[in-house]
């Protein structure tokens, strides 16, 4: 694997940028999916291709998506709303030799994003992936920046170097190792980039450039439970018991879990 961080400025010709596939899961998503429609085919990028997977929505969202009129824009529909089959779905549809993953909300920061992070596939050999650094904003909290160096260390605590949003991935990475595991509801970008690092000869490169503003919903304490059983089962099943039993004890899940639990119990007996 291969790692390099810098500022990816140089302008190259247009033709020697490879086409990129966006795809968006979307479902009863019609108050955001134009704002980020608005903003991906605002890019300045020479070849690219919109996938929307739909899971039956009943609003407008397949409306204002047919609004468009754009060659770039495809729509496919899946049965259900579950957003790992989705993104297969548009992976297996995708024309592109990268691949982007958005969801309605998210939007990159400028118009010279993707070029900005193809950029670092053309000055050098083809990476498997490449990823920039990310604004999180929840509209409660500050926004924060998130980057991270993407190594076994960092997954073992599990915590990822970035959001998949950030993410350009090779198409033929999910021939090598696979797609999402869709038994998995929250970390299954999380157990992705396990197989990544574990996997021999495969390259990436980064930049610390911020890319992507990316809508980061607060954690629900119905998903509480669910984030914490999903990253112990995927530690363990990567990195062996004792790895999960260490991350067990050095993280935050049950201490939030906790002030939740005492919060909900407090408010039974005496209210808010």
Same mark, same amino acid.
Request: hydrophobic letters at 40%; charged letters at 20%.
């Given at each position: ?20 596939? @966006? @795809?968006?899961?979307?479902? &009863?998503?019609?108050?955001?999916? $134009? /704002?980020?429609?608005?903003? *991906? ?11 929307? *997977?739909? =899971? ?9 998506? &047919? +609004? ?14 579950? *957003?790992?089959?989705?993104? &297969? ?6 024309? +592109? ?7 309605? $909300? ?8 993707? #070029? ?5 596939? !053309?000055? +050098? ?6 990823? $920039? =650094? ?5 509209? #409660? ?13 960092? !997954? ?41 690092? !574990? /996997?021999? $000869? ?7 450039? @911020? ?7 607060? *954690? ?23 790895? =999960? ?12 879990? =906790? %002030?939740?639990?005492? %919060?909900? !119990?407090? %408010?039974?007996?005496?209210? %808010?």
């Amino acid at each position: 694997m291969e790692e390099t961080n810098f500022n990816p400025t140089q302008e190259f010709m247009d033709y020697l940028y490879p086409r990129i596939t @966006v @795809v968006i899961p979307t479902y &009863n998503n019609s108050q955001n999916i $134009g /704002y980020t429609l608005d903003n *991906v085919l605002k890019q300045s990028y020479p070849d690219l291709e919109v996938i929307i *997977v739909d =899971a039956g929505s009943t609003d407008r969202t397949l409306d204002i998506v &047919n +609004g468009y009129f754009s060659p770039k824009v495809r729509i496919c529909s899946v049965a259900t709303y579950q *957003v790992y089959e989705m993104l &297969n779905k548009g992976i297996s549809l995708a024309t +592109g030799k990268y691949i982007n993953f958005l969801a309605p $909300g998210d939007y990159y920061l400028s118009e010279t994003s993707l #070029k900005s992070l193809t950029n670092l596939s !053309l000055n +050098g050999e083809k990476p498997h992936l490449m990823f $920039g =650094a990310c604004l999180l904003r929840d509209g #409660k909290f500050e926004p924060r920046i998130l980057y991270r160096t993407l190594s076994l260390s960092l !997954l073992q605590k599990g915590l990822q170097p970035t959001t998949i949003q950030s993410c350009l991935f090779h198409h033929e990475l999910f021939s090598i190792i696979g797609k999402f595991r869709t038994h998995y509801k929250l970390r299954g970008e999380f157990e992705l980039f396990c197989r990544f690092i !574990l /996997y021999p $000869g495969l390259r990436f490169k980064t930049t610390k450039n @911020v890319l992507i503003d990316f809508d980061f919903k607060s *954690v629900y304490r119905k998903n509480i439970w669910i984030h914490f059983k999903e990253t112990f089962k995927i530690i363990r099943h990567h990195f062996g018991f004792i790895t =999960a039993f260490r991350w067990l004890f050095y993280q935050k899940d049950l201490g939030r879990m =906790a %002030r939740i639990w005492a %919060r909900g !119990l407090k %408010r039974a007996f005496i209210g %808010r």
